[in-house]
T-cell receptor
Framework: RKEVEQDPGPFNVPEGATVAFNCTYS??????FFWYRQDCRKEPKLLMS???SGNEDGRFTAQLNRASQYISLLIRDSKLSDSATYLC??????????FGPGTSLSVIP | GAVVSQHPSRVICKSGTSVKIECRSL??????MFWYRQFPKKSLMLMAT?????????EQGVEKDKFLINHASLTLSTLTVTSAHPEDSSFYIC?????????????FGEGSRLTVL
């Protein structure tokens, strides 16, 4: 089983739609969780950290469920500019950073 | 946020030559930098962890004699692809963690696209 798994997609959604991405991780001792965004042929950029209490940043909401070893990212009111690959990132107890394979999102006019 | 600069952004070379890629942290000191490789439509694969003043730590399956890493200062790490072959063509990205950030909060260079003919 891979350490971090994501639905590869692609997710094709119309503008204004709400879309949710899921991510699961296998190491129960994982400590920190993040969502990164990567545009085509560009470097990844940190989108947001994920906390147990959940956190929201504008149209983006991230949730962590430690019991189920599950992370989610919800995007509301999708914009064309949200089209990208979203990478789930997990750090282990010894600070190793593990990237998920990414989920591709295309927002369609 | 913190700035990491990578150079060159694109390089084309002949098979058998060596290519050096530089990764600089512009506004912070980085005792540790990371080098990744990314194939089309795939996620980042960690190649090695670059440690200032000491040898790099390579991931399993990555040839240390093929991918030479030097981290001579707190703001510069270099990756040299030696005797490059077409299968080395890829997108190479570096990242660094500012000391004030938490593990996993990475800042990436712009990436270097290597094409070996």
């Amino acid at each position: 089983r891979k350490e971090v798994e994501q639905d590869p997609g692609p997710f094709n959604v119309p503008e204004g739609a709400t879309v949710a991405f899921n991510c699961t991780y296998s190491n129960s001792a994982s400590q920190s969780f993040f969502w990164y965004r990567q545009d085509c042929r560009k470097e990844p950029k940190l989108l947001m950290s994920v906390y147990s209490s959940g956190n929201e940043d504008g149209r983006f909401t991230a949730q962590l469920n430690r019991a189920s070893q599950y992370i989610s990212l919800l995007i509301r009111d999708s914009k064309l500019s949200d089209s990208a690959t979203y990478l789930c990132v997990v750090t282990t107890s010894y600070d190793k950073v593990i990237f998920g394979p990414g989920t591709s999102l295309s927002v369609i006019p | 946020g913190a700035v990491v600069s990578q150079h060159p952004s694109r390089v084309i070379c002949k098979s058998g030559t060596s290519v050096k890629i530089e990764c600089r942290s512009l506004d912070f000191q980085a005792t540790t930098m990371f080098w990744y490789r990314q194939f089309p439509k795939k996620s980042l694969m960690l190649m090695a962890t670059s440690n200032e003043g000491s040898k790099a730590t390579y991931e399993q399956g990555v040839e240390k004699d093929k991918f030479l890493i030097n981290h001579a200062s707190l703001t510069l790490s270099t990756l040299t692809v030696t005797s490059a072959h077409p299968e080395d063509s890829s997108f190479y990205i570096c990242s660094a963690e500012p000391g004030t950030s938490e593990p996993g909060e990475l800042f990436f260079g712009e990436g270097s696209r290597l094409t070996v003919l």
